[in-house]
């Protein structure tokens, strides 16, 4: 078809006949009349297409149409039908965003600066129970959680319980006698276990093997320096408690024992938990001392004087979100004290507050449980530094006086040191745990890593020996699992490449002591660890028969011998590696 141009042109006396030139004049002005039109119908045509447009559009989400047409003559079909009028567009119900996503690290690390601000401004540079710090600590969680208690029913309940802690009544002696004359500080180059007997002995040092967790360690004929009979157990740090280390040498026939640290380790002090002997003193050396006595083998002169027993109340604060099944109760726990040397902000001020931003999202996005899913508890542990006194009290007072409400317990989590500066992903191994809770605790261990596989994080195998505030509750048959950081235990090769960081140094090199602070803490670590804490319990909150498939005998669960390293990067491809860390709690156990 030829364009507008083209008729225009198509003159039969072509453009310079002036023989018909009204003729052409006619013409020309059709043309021109033609165009007109034709312009005017396209743009009333382009300008009610989008008048129908906007008209659609607008009141179709607004859900307004049938108002809009009102009135207005239905069309009919030609066989005499109405076409149906359009109803409001559907609009999508909003998917409620994920717990994890509403964890994140900035109101955590907030918190976890008012915990630091009551130990510096109340406590005098410590949380240690039986102090103004911990009280203080113990009002600042209650008064986090005042708008889930007031606006939701949450009840939060002050659990009190006694301790009686024994303190010297002068300060304590350690001199090298032999090959040199050497006498040590108190608190600078040594320090006094608690619960430790008096005594004041002069003797020499026998280095037990290992790590003295088992009595042959102290036989004769494993010890270097002689027997450890009428001597000094030198012992190194790891592998069991303080306790246990304590009581071998004690049955071995040693006068004194001192614990050296790990390498790189500074003075420490820690708990045997219980007196072993009235009259066995027990101190703790940093590892250049210690390691350098397993070769000089030097006669030690030891002294600690009388001491006297203080007894004070402290507290566990206990919280119930309302609703949820009661017989199906999830423990969510984390330690909310420090040790006496500092702040505690790593260690446990970053489990604590992780799971108090849980507690909070828990209530913006739930208030209540529905009564279908598992009942849920958030356990702000006293007394963890002192040997888990908290969490001990609280399976004692249920198993003494409420047998059903222990029963009820499902699991329990527990979240100690998330922030450690040169850290791993670790999740308990609950393979490594007790017969009685092997199954269900590695079926905990499971879901920590299938997150930690679909977010495409690395992560290792921690130890699971009871020595943290699961300890009680595994005790009790009570399967339990949870995640941390790393203490005092030393970063691999293997885990410099999965995680970065320096390989030979600690996982916390501020591990007890008065440098740890906020700015110790180490932000990613503290993301993603309370990310997968968060994501996790609430997989676990909408598992249909939680208790009954974590008991499954016949699942399938994540080992050691899994683990498989990318080689370009050492990230894991497989479920967790052998390594096992061994970080520890003051009481001389791993704190994880």
């Not at 009333?44 to 297409?49: D, V, Y």
């Not at 919280?319 to 790593?346: C, E, F, Q, R, T």
């Not at 249920?398 to 047998?403: R, S, Y």
């Not at 850290?423 to 191994?429: M, Q």
Request: with cysteine.
């Amino acid at each position: 078809m030829e364009s507008l141009d083209e008729m225009e042109l198509a003159s039969p006396h072509g453009p310079h006949d002036h023989g018909g030139h009204r003729t052409n004049l006619a013409h020309d002005y059709e043309l021109l009349k033609r165009r007109h039109n034709l312009a005017q119908q396209g743009m009333l045509f382009f300008f009610g297409l989008m008048c129908v447009f906007l008209l659609v559009n607008y009141y179709g989400h607004t859900g307004h149409f049938e108002a809009a047409t009102a009135g207005c003559d239905t069309p009919e079909d030609p066989h005499g039908h109405p076409h149906p009028t359009p109803g409001p567009s559907p609009t999508p119900t909003p998917t409620a965003p994920a717990l994890m996503d509403l964890v994140g690290k900035e109101a955590i690390l907030q918190r976890m600066q008012g915990l630091q601000d009551i130990a510096f401004n109340i406590g005098n540079g410590t949380r240690v129970v039986g102090t103004k710090g911990f009280q203080a600590s113990v009002d600042y969680v209650l008064e986090q959680l005042q708008k889930p208690l007031a606006n939701h029913g949450w009840q939060a309940t002050r659990q009190h319980f006694g301790m009686n802690m024994p303190h010297l009544s002068s300060t304590p002696v350690l001199q090298e006698l032999e090959p040199r004359h050497m006498p040590h500080a108190f608190k600078e180059e040594f320090k006094t276990l608690s619960y430790t007997g008096v005594g004041n002995v002069t003797a020499k040092v026998s280095v037990a093997a290992n790590m003295g967790c088992d009595p042959a360690d102290f036989w004769d004929n494993m010890t270097h320096g002689g027997s450890i009979q009428g001597h000094i157990a030198l012992v190194l740090r790891g592998g069991c408690t303080f306790n246990v280390k304590a009581i071998n040498a004690l049955n071995s026939g040693a006068v004194a024992v001192v614990i050296y640290n790990h390498v790189g380790g500074n003075v420490f002090g820690g708990t045997l938990g219980e007196v072993v002997s009235s009259t066995l003193p027990v101190v703790g050396i940093p590892y250049w001392l210690g390691y350098s006595w397993t070769f000089s083998l030097p006669t030690l002169h030891v002294a600690v004087a009388g001491k006297e027993a203080h007894a004070f109340n402290t507290t566990n604060v206990i919280v119930d979100v309302p609703g949820g099944d009661k017989d199906n109760i999830i423990v969510m726990g984390a330690h909310l004290d420090s040790v006496a040397a500092g702040p505690g902000i790593n260690d446990n001020g970053s489990g604590a507050m992780t799971i108090m931003e849980i507690a909070i999202q828990i209530s913006k996005k739930y208030g209540k449980i529905p009564s279908s899913l598992p009942a849920l508890r958030f356990c702000f542990w006293g007394g963890e530094e002192e040997g888990l006194l908290g969490s001990e009290h609280y399976v004692k007072d249920l198993t003494d006086n409420n047998p059903a409400g222990l029963q009820a317990i499902v699991l329990n989590l527990n979240f100690d040191m998330l922030a450690s500066p040169n850290f791993v992903r670790g999740v308990y191994n609950g393979l490594s745990g007790p017969d009685a809770v092997k199954n269900a605790s590695a079926g905990i261990s499971d879901m920590f890593i299938d997150h930690f596989k679909t977010v495409g994080k690395p992560w290792v195998f921690s130890d699971f020996n009871g020595r943290s505030d699961y300890g009680p509750f595994i005790e009790a048959g009570i399967p339990a699992g949870g995640l941390d950081s790393g203490a005092e235990g030393i970063k691999t090769d293997i885990e410099r490449h999965m995680f970065g960081g320096m390989s030979k140094t600690a996982y916390d090199p501020c591990y007890h002591q008065a440098c740890d602070t906020i700015d110790n803490c180490n932000h990613e670590a503290l993301d993603s660890l309370a990310k997968g804490a968060a994501s996790v319990l609430e997989s676990m909150l909408h598992t249909v028969g939680l208790r009954e498939k974590l008991h499954d005998a016949s699942a399938k669960h994540y080992t050691e011998t899994d683990i498989k390293g990318d080689e370009r990067r050492g990230t894991p491809t497989g479920r967790g590696p052998s390594h096992q860390h061994n970080r520890l709690s003051e009481s001389g156990a791993p704190s994880i």
